[in-house]
């Protein structure tokens, strides 16, 4: 089955420590991006990528950052600089043959800074 | 960037039509207009999109009004699962203009 896969589900973190959350879609999608989610809020888009070898920062893309060597594997670092790493983070996929096509959503891994 | 203004929240009672408004007034003839809905503690998933015209799929339908300042997502039936968050997304091509930017969306309740 074709889909995009996030991985851990729940992650812990210590303060200070660096932590790579994973993003894998066997979707043969260009684009890939990374949003954050806090409690009752909206996604906040971090980084994303249209294409392999390249990616562009969101809107809070500071404190974060990404790699795009695959088409398959858009993984995201977040740094000890990013102040209040806690939260829910969700990769999507999609195909860049336009804007009329569907976003496809990993399940999210929830990030806990103990 | 278009943007688009929902309701924080609405309720609906169980096997009743549910009419989910968006206003966006600034959006551009080339925008297209997406919904997406986030059930708790899960990834959004796609609803529906249109351009100009009403759309209708198996999940749901997309109004569309004529001067495109406005759509509604319509529920037909509305069922306990349909419980989730409902984001209203303008994208256009091109660049980060095609990238899906959200908002705090609509919280639907639906009561048995």
């Known amino acids: 089955d074709g889909g995009i896969t996030q991985s851990p589900k729940y992650l812990f973190r210590k303060e200070g420590q660096n932590v790579t959350l994973s993003c894998e879609q066997n979707l043969n999608h260009d684009a890939m991006y990374w949003y954050r989610q806090d409690p009752g809020q909206g996604l906040r888009l971090i980084y994303y990528s249209q294409i392999v070898n390249d990616f562009q920062k969101g809107d809070i893309a500071e404190g974060y950052s990404v790699s795009r060597e695959k088409k398959e594997s858009f993984p995201l670092t977040v740094t000890s600089a990013q102040k209040n790493p806690t939260a829910f983070y969700l990769c999507?996929?999609?195909?860049?043959?336009?804007?009329?096509?569907?976003?496809?959503f990993g399940q999210g891994t929830r990030l806990t800074v103990v | 960037d278009a943007k688009t203004t929902q309701p924080n929240s609405m309720e609906s009672n169980e096997e009743e039509p549910v009419h989910l408004p968006c206003n966006h007034s600034?959006?551009?003839?080339?925008?297209?207009i997406h919904w997406y809905r986030q059930l708790p503690s899960q990834g959004p998933e796609y609803v529906i999109h249109g351009l100009t015209s009403n759309v209708n799929n198996r999940m749901a339908s997309l109004a569309i009004a004529e001067d495109r300042k406005s759509s509604t997502l319509i529920l037909h039936r509305a069922t306990l699962r349909d419980a989730a968050v409902y984001y209203c997304?303008?994208?256009?091509?091109?660049?980060?203009?095609?990238?899906?930017?959200f908002g705090k969306g609509t919280k639907l309740s639906v009561k048995p």
């Open positions: 997304i303008l994208t256009n091509y091109g660049g980060s203009q095609g990238n899906l930017i």
């Open positions: 600034t959006i551009s003839g080339t925008d297209y």
């Open positions: 999507a996929s999609r195909t860049n043959q336009g804007v009329n096509t569907e976003a496809f």
